[in-house]
């Protein structure tokens, strides 16, 4: 996001106007994140690992990945609405910096979604 801003800055970047770069940035931070995120979870698996001393992968149980996949489908569910109005947005002439905030605000809520449904799924007992 920097080196987008110090373009931009620099004039080399046209944000306002220009979806071909906003496609390109996008589809660079999705890889990036994805990178990111596979190193974090190796890294916080290994210190977990040192830390606790278990060797053994802890068996998962039905019950957990039933609740897990429930969740993940109202959070999936949420953020789909928060696309689709985005793309409704666009569509009647919103701008393009409106679009992004909807995308940002709909994968918020649908994190926040996704917790709140496994703790109500954990306390109804599926």
Sequence with gaps: ALIVYQRHLEGRFDLTEDFQK?????LIFIGVSI?????????????????????DIPVEDERDKLIKLKSTRNSHW????????????LAIGMQVYGIFIVFIVSGV??????NVSQIYFYRKGI
């Design 22 to 26: 906003w496609g390109v940035i996008f």
């Design 78 to 89: 949420v953020f789909s609405a928060g696309f689709m109005l985005s793309v409704m947005a």
């Design 109 to 114: 809520i649908s994190e926040i979604i996704d």
């Design 35 to 55: 990178v990111v995120r596979i190193i974090i979870y190796i890294i916080f698996h290994i210190i977990n690992a040192i830390a606790t001393r278990e060797h």
